[in-house]
């Protein structure tokens, strides 16, 4: 039987992960005992392994595909296809950051200013070659977790993964540069992706996983309304694209099919009234697949 050995990231990403599998069509269900998830596809076999090592592990042919940070790529240098962003993080719909952060008081302003001094980080390869580049000779630690709270006892800047900044402030630390911007990547392994069976069940996959994303924070509307207001209403609508506009048994009236961002909606719903809609239901959206 053909197989896909897929690697879904276990830590901080996972619950995301695995809701955005949710959305998209597949029941994954995870043993705390067990680092191999069950998933309502035969065709599919996946494996939790920390982003931090998806790359190598994808790179060996271990796994035929995976989903990492291109953070993880880069800082193991690892030789995979990125076949798809799959933008989407432990919070939020968007890209988290690498930054280059020092204690609020600190005197340091760029990079520049840490010749010789100590930055503590996870992401070591990625920031040591961030400071060849700018021609400074600092010491990079690796840390093992609680980076925020290193300076400056323990270390004079660090490099830090944020989405909001909020953690960074909550431990007096100020923002001095962006080191690396990262998202999550849909990789595989290049025997994998040259195999037509495998890579046409990941392009299916990444089909319906963007869908997901793409579909996060929208819902869909229905409602009817006469020719003659149609214009009134369409003036209120945003959408993807153009509505769908359907004709109904009485030729007067349509029916107007559109997605929207959901915190719109409490303010869109009374100003379609206003213009004579009727009708109106709001439904939401697991998949938009443009």
């Known amino acids: 039987?053909?197989?896909l050995k897929l690697g879904l990231p276990k830590g901080s990403l996972q619950e995301a992960s695995?809701?955005?599998f949710r959305r998209a069509g597949y029941e994954i269900s995870v043993n705390s005992r067990s680092y191999f998830p069950s998933i309502d596809d035969e065709e599919i076999e996946c494996m939790l392994i920390r982003a931090q090592e998806m790359a190598r592990y994808v790179e060996d042919g271990i796994l035929d595909a995976g989903l990492t940070g291109k953070d993880w790529i880069l800082e193991n240098e690892a030789n995979v296809i990125e076949v798809a962003d799959l933008v989407y993080a432990k919070q939020t719909f968007g890209k988290v950051r690498w930054v280059l952060a020092v204690p609020e008081k600190s005197p340091f302003q760029s990079v520049?200013?840490?010749?010789?001094k100590i930055i503590a980080t996870e992401l070591?390869?990625?920031?040591?070659r961030y400071l060849e580049r700018n021609q400074v000779k600092a010491k990079v630690?690796?840390?093992w977790g609680a980076t925020e709270v290193k300076p400056p006892v323990l270390a004079d800047a660090i490099v830090e993964v944020t989405e909001t900044g909020s953690s960074l402030r909550a431990n007096g630390l100020r923002i001095v540069e962006t080191v690396l911007?990262?998202?999550?990547k849909f990789i595989a392994h290049p025997g994998a992706w040259e195999d037509p069976w495998k890579r046409?069940?990941?392009e299916t996959l990444i089909m319906l996983l963007q869908g997901a994303i793409e579909a996060a924070g929208k819902v869909g509307l229905m409602l009817n309304v006469r020719r003659d207001d149609?214009?009134?209403v369409l003036a209120v609508l945003p959408a993807l694209k153009r509505p769908t506009i359907s004709a109904l048994s009485d030729s007067d009236w349509v029916a107007v099919n559109t997605v929207i961002e959901e915190k719109t909606v409490r303010e869109i719903i009374p100003r379609l009234k206003a213009a004579k809609a009727q009708g109106i239901v709001e439904y939401p959206l697991n998949k938009i697949v443009v």
């Not at 520049?112 to 010789?116: A, E, I, R, Y």
């Not at 911007?181 to 999550?184: A, G, L, Q, V, Y």
């Open 18 to 20: 695995l809701q955005l």
């Open 141 to 143: 630690e690796f840390s």
């Open 1 to 3: 039987m053909n197989l």
């Open 230 to 232: 149609l214009e009134k």
């Open 181 to 184: 911007e990262s998202n999550t």
């Open 124 to 128: 070591v390869g990625v920031t040591r």
């Open 200 to 202: 046409g069940k990941i």
């Open 112 to 116: 520049k200013d840490l010749q010789g």
